[in-house]
């Protein structure tokens, strides 16, 4: 899976080109921890996935074709296990450029405060 894409987000995030309404981004990262835990009860139920049986144990072909389904979940080219991980980690990489934004929000409004106050106090 391209998580390139979420990288140069992130980059934008850090350099100050990216901006959401308040609050969205929190939500938005929320929503990415619970995909996060959707995705890795994906994982743990599929571990069955691995072991297949019903081709016929005593057919050489039967075995072969188990074997070929068995990779496909688990420990072959791009398995389901990989797919599975690496769309994890791409979310895990959504769920932190979202927070970024949200953190960068909340210091502006946090030194936006003090200004204020400090200008405050001048006037008074």
Request: hydrophobic residues 40%; glycine residues 8%; proline residues 2%.
């Amino acid at each position: 899976m391209e998580s390139a894409s979420w990288k140069q987000l992130g980059d934008a995030v850090g350099a100050g080109e990216l901006y959401l309404e308040p609050g969205t981004a929190r939500r938005c990262a929320d929503r990415c921890d619970e995909l996060v835990a959707r995705l890795k009860d994906i994982h743990y139920e599929s571990a069955w996935l691995a072991k297949v049986d019903g081709f016929g144990d005593q057919l050489p072909s039967g075995r072969a074709l188990a074997a070929k389904f068995e990779r496909k979940a688990s420990g072959g080219e791009y398995s389901l296990d990989h797919a599975i991980a690496d769309h994890i980690a791409v979310v895990e990489q959504m769920r932190d450029a979202f927070l970024q934004i949200e953190d960068r929000y909340n210091a502006a409004e946090e030194a936006n405060t003090v200004a204020t106050t400090a200008v405050g106090s001048q006037i008074n």
